[in-house]
């Protein structure tokens, strides 16, 4: 079992929980760790012992959710040929109806706290041509402003619509 995956109804499994729902509704820089460790029902030392900070268990929470998204991404540039504008079509679209059912289109549109790779980017440049790989920052960038579009109180439909007509 890989360690990131909490046993359920554990302490752990209760902060990630609540992370996942305090996060999406207020963002990482607005959460407080003493009401986060609250809606999970245990101490902030709790917190600070399975995860040693706030930023420890947003990082796990994000690369979960972004895990998620990534191997749906592979798979759906893979159903329409694994490459080209079609392929980062798909994954991006793929990607963003993910994360509106997992309910985490803030956690996956906001910065990260940290320097460090960007996986959804990484996944659209090898899809891309030579020539364009660079526009997998851009396509990146397209799909979490449709996130935060959603995030921030705009239907995911219209929200959806808008990242389509961009990605063409």
């Keep these: ?9 554990s302490v ?16 990482y820089e607005e959460v407080n760790v003493t009401e986060l460790a609250a809606k999970a029902s245990v101490t902030t030392g709790a917190l600070y012992h399975h995860f040693d900070s706030k930023l420890g268990l947003y990082l ?29 079509r ?24 940290v320097t460090r790779v960007d996986p959804i980017e990484a996944t659209l440049r090898p899809l891309l041509p030579d020539a364009a790989r660079t ?4 396509l990146a960038a397209a799909w979490r402003a449709a996130l935060l579009a959603v995030a921030d109180g705009t ?12 990605l063409g």
């Design 90 to 113: 798909a994954a991006l679209l793929v990607a963003f109806d993910a994360a509106v059912r997992f309910g985490v289109c803030r956690i996956l549109a906001e910065s990260v706290p």
């Design 60 to 88: 796990v929470v994000r690369e979960e959710m972004e895990r998620r998204v990534v191997d749906r991404m592979a798979g759906a540039a893979a159903a329409v040929g694994g490459e080209g504008r079609a392929a980062a």
């Design 135 to 138: 526009g997998g920052a851009m």
């Design 12 to 27: 752990k499994a209760r902060l990630v929980e609540a992370a996942v729902h305090q996060f999406e509704l207020a963002g």
């Design 155 to 166: 239907p995911s439909s219209t929200a959806r619509e808008s990242l389509e007509y961009v």
């Design 1 to 9: 079992m890989r360690e990131w995956i909490p046993i359920p109804g």
